[in-house]
């Protein structure tokens, strides 16, 4: 009798162990998705974008070198401003047909409105309340973020000639000088 009662305590010493093990593992894993979720408010300043297909292989969709920023404030904010660096145009002389180049054909990016983490999933979701693209205003653009040690990835999918592709666009915090 003393025998079952000493593998009954054991077992359930195990069970309790176990269990509690599983939920610190859970406890360190949401910890770890928060603190990754932390490292996103800031400045953040627009290095390259890598285009992928479904199998990973690279796509070179053509297009301008572009230079810009995000900005994440830590009261939920976000402003995305990316532009091609090639223009040679000014505001007071540029023609209508360089504007809509510039803005209606994808070569520039311009958005702002709140944001929202969701850390589990590694998403973050950009609540557009205006863009230099009206198609934008009222959605939601989720991507889903990591980290390269001081770099920024924010990743989603889009249509290039009738193909799904994902791209990857990398952007390194800001500081003095950049």
């Known amino acids: 009798m003393i025998r079952w009662h000493h593998a009954a305590v054991l077992l359930f010493g195990l069970l309790v162990v176990g269990c509690s093990t599983q939920e610190a593992v859970a406890d360190r894993s949401a910890?770890?998705?928060?603190?990754?979720?932390?490292r996103l408010p800031g400045v953040w300043r627009y290095l390259?974008?890598?285009d992928t297909r479904s199998d990973g292989s690279t796509i070179n969709v053509p297009g301008p070198q572009y230079a810009g920023f995000i900005i994440y404030t830590p009261d939920g904010f976000v402003a995305a401003n990316v532009m091609p660096k090639a223009r040679t145009w000014s505001s007071g002389s540029a023609t209508i047909d360089e504007l809509r180049e510039s803005t209606v054909v994808g070569a520039a990016t311009a958005y702002a409105g709140r944001y929202e983490v969701d850390p589990k999933t590694r998403t973050v979701a950009h609540l557009v309340s205006v863009s230099v693209d009206p198609g934008d205003e009222?959605?939601?653009?989720?991507?889903?973020?990591?980290?390269e040690g001081d770099v920024l990835l924010l990743s989603g999918d889009f249509i290039y000639n009738s193909e799904k592709l994902r791209f990857t666009v990398y952007w390194e915090r800001a500081g003095k000088g950049n």
């Open 31 to 38: 910890q770890r998705d928060a603190e990754l979720a932390a």
């Open 48 to 50: 390259k974008e890598v």
């Open 138 to 147: 009222g959605h939601r653009l989720v991507r889903t973020y990591a980290f």
